[in-house]
């Protein structure tokens, strides 16, 4: 249902408001055979998605899938084939082809992170670093390669950050806020220094987000509170440094990019 609200939005910003002025020069509207091919290796996502655009412009099109979402697939791999009214697939295609691009790009990207720290007993988060009202599928694409998803949105559980901090103007004051009013929901606690944390390390919440913090600090960090919370990292990961950051001993490691900076997969359709 959510899908399907998603792709509506997609193919009215594509149609409205007179149309695919374009297609409506063919006058034979025949049927006609279509494959979707990947120009890249890639993990690919967003195969539903596709399927629920061209079915959005005509239920009777035939989409047949040639892989699995979450698939590790090479350049050249036929994904979905394909059949039916000339006219409909194209007015389709784009916002189809556009789907398959984003999800598999966060999927591939998550992916490359997943297997930089393989070995490791620690994993791969999303952040809220997402594209306005297509966050959901964007998580879906961090599943697809790997990730684990952070809170979905505000509502989902407690996040103490650092402008929070600042504004309120005492950590203690507010994680012990927090405790008192959590209503089940769990509590992350985000610290810049070894002095933050001191100042809350006896108090019982769930988990203790360190930003930005050196190497040398995390390590430290980790050595305090790894018997007291779940512990994660967050702040200037990199493919480069994932690993290094890994092997501090955090438990979990949050990363923007895989979302805010994915490159997207490139998809063509083929008749």
């Known amino acids: 249902m959510i899908i399907k609200k998603i792709v509506k939005q997609a193919i009215s910003e594509d149609l409205l408001p007179s149309g695919d002025i374009t297609t409506q020069l063919i006058k034979n509207n025949k049927k006609i055979k279509a494959k979707i091919i990947s120009n890249e290796n890639c993990i690919i996502g967003g195969l539903d998605c596709a399927k629920v655009a061209f079915k959005y412009c005509d239920k009777n099109i035939a989409f047949k899938t040639k892989t699995k979402d ?17 006219k409909a697939i194209l007015k389709s295609e784009r916002v189809a082809l556009n789907f398959l691009s984003l999800i ?10 997943v297997d930089k720290i393989k070995g490791k007993k620690c994993k791969i988060c999303c ?15 961090v599943k697809l ?6 809170r979905f949105n505000l509502s ?9 901090i600042a504004i309120d103007g005492n950590i203690r004051t507010i994680v ?3 405790i008192k009013n959590k209503k089940g929901k769990k509590i992350t606690v985000e610290v810049d220094s070894l002095n933050q944390i001191k100042q809350i390390l006896d ?9 930005n913090m050196s190497e040398k600090n995390l390590k430290k960090a980790v050595k305090l509170t790894k018997n007291k919370y779940e512990t994660e990292a967050s702040g200037g990961v990199s493919l480069k440094n ?4 890994a092997a501090t001993g955090v438990k979990r490691i949050s990363v923007g990019k895989i979302t805010h900076s994915a490159p997207s997969v490139n998809f063509k359709l083929e008749i």
Request: no cysteine.
């Open 127 to 141: 952040t809220r670093k997402t594209v306005p009202n297509l966050r959901l599928i964007q998580k879906y694409g």
């Open 176 to 178: 012990k806020r927090a």
């Open 104 to 113: 598999s790009g966060v999927a591939t990207t998550t992916r490359k992170f």
């Open 203 to 211: 108090l019982k919440f769930n988990r203790i987000l360190f930003d």
């Open 70 to 86: 979450g698939k590790k697939i090479k350049k050249g791999k036929v994904i979905a084939v394909l059949y039916g009214n000339s």
């Open 242 to 245: 994932v690993r290094k950051i």
């Open 145 to 150: 390669g790997g990730g684990l998803n952070h």
């Open 156 to 164: 989902d559980e407690i996040l103490i950050k650092d402008n929070h």
